[in-house]
Structure formats: C-alpha cells, structure tokens
T-cell receptor, first 111, second 114 residues
Framework: QKEVEQDPGPLSVPEGAIVSLNCTYS??????FMWYRQYSRKGPELLMY????GNKEDGRFTAQVDKSSKYISLFIRDSQPSDSATYLC???????????FGQGTELSVKP | GAGVSQSPRYKVAKRGQDVALRCDPI?????LFWYQQALGQGPEFLTY????????KSGLPSDRFFAERPEGSVSTLKIQRTQQEDSAVYLC????????????FGSGTRLTVV
C-alpha cells in the first residue's frame, strides 16, 4: 500500500462547478501538506500549502487538512476550463527533504 | 534565469547507453531534488542535495543511477546502461532551504529508452 493514496480520475465537471479533490495518507509523521497543479508536459507548480491541521483559502481554492483522519482536500470554486490539469497532493515530515506525492487526479472542466 | 532549467527536454537512448541529465536550479537555492515521474503517476523521489552534499539518495532505483552537484549549483543525474524501465520524465526541483514549504520544479527531461 502506498503512503499517499489519490484517486486518479479522470474527473470531468462543467464550468462553474465546485470541484473536490482528496488524498489519504498513512504516515502520521507528515506535517506539511501541499497541492500542486501540473499541466501537460510541464513540471508541477505549487498551488497551496498547509502546516498541520486546518483550512487555508486563496481565491477560488481552499485546502483542508484533517490529521485525525489522515485526509486532505482541495476545493476549487467556480471552476474554469483553464483549471483543467492534473492535481497532485504532496506531503512531508518536519525534517525537510523529500516530498511524497499522490498519483494525481486528472481534472477536465468543460465550457 | 527565473526558474529551474532542465536539459535536454527530450532524450531518446538505445538500451545500454549512458545518459546525463542536467538541472540548473534557481540561483541561490540551497536544496535540490530529483524526482522520476512515470506516465500517469505522481513524481517519485530519487535524491536530495543541500548545497553540494547529497543528504538522501534512498530513492535511486539501482547503482546505475548516480547524481552529483559538485559546486552546489548545477546538478547532473547520470543513468548508466539504460533499460526500458528507465523511460520516464525526470524532474528537478529547488528550494531556498530544505524547510521550505514548496519546491519550484523544472519542466523535466522526458527520457525514452528504445
């Protein structure tokens, strides 16, 4: 079993929909949680980051971390066709160094 | 440059050939990471440098893989005697420190072994 599990999709939604993306993890040492967006043939770009449990909002994006359930979420409000990409969750412990990534969820937002 | 630069963008190698992939991190970034991303998968950690010191190489799949960062800036990932299972995108990332929240990734080198 992988340390980080993420549904690969694909997920297809109409423009303007609310999108919910999720990851579960098994390592209780993870403290830093990130969401990356990856367009085709590009490297991942950081969208959101959260330390420990809680919520964080940035424009149309909200990241949630529930450490008791080992579950993290990314919500996208008023989704746009330009949001079509693969979304990767990533996490690491306190000591820095390597990130552990989920498999990525492929999202398509239809006009 | 403003971002992480990787070269070449694409590399086709015959099975058994040696390849060298280059990463130019953001100037001044202390930490540098190499990841391998297979098709349809998330990036998998290969190795991590802080300045010129290789602090973690636990993700390197075999002794055919070797990475270096001799002057604490540019890094090279070398794969000897390439095999078909080495076909993947190799991503490099850098960060100001190892404690940073997020790392800036390059666009990767797509390696195809035929």
């Amino acid at each position: 079993q992988k340390e980080v599990e993420q549904d690969p999709g694909p997920l297809s939604v109409p423009e303007g929909a609310i999108v919910s993306l999720n990851c579960t993890y098994s390592n209780s040492a993870f403290q830093y949680f990130m969401w990356y967006r990856q367009y085709s043939r590009k490297g991942p770009e950081l969208l959101m980051y959260t330390y420990s449990s809680g919520n964080k909002e940035d424009g149309r994006f909200t990241a949630q971390v529930d450490k008791s359930s080992k579950y993290i979420s990314l919500f996208i409000r008023d989704s746009q066709p330009s949001d079509s990409a693969t979304y990767l969750c990533a996490m690491r412990g306190n000591q820095g160094g390597k990130l552990i990534f989920g498999q990525g969820t492929e999202l398509s937002v239809k006009p | 440059g403003a971002g992480v630069s990787q070269s070449p963008r694409y590399k086709v190698a015959k099975r058994g050939q040696d390849v060298a992939l280059r990463c130019d991190p953001i100037s001044g970034h202390v930490s540098l990471f190499w990841y391998q991303q297979a098709l349809g998968q998330g990036p998998e950690f290969l190795t991590y440098f802080q300045n010129e010191a290789q602090l973690d190489k636990s993700g390197l799949p075999s002794d055919r893989f070797f990475a270096e960062r001799p002057e604490g800036s540019v890094s090279t990932l070398k794969i000897q005697r390439t095999q078909q299972e080495d076909s993947a995108v190799y991503l490099c990332a850098s960060s100001p420190t190892g404690q940073s929240y997020g790392y800036t990734f390059g666009s990767g080198t797509r390696l195809t072994v035929v």
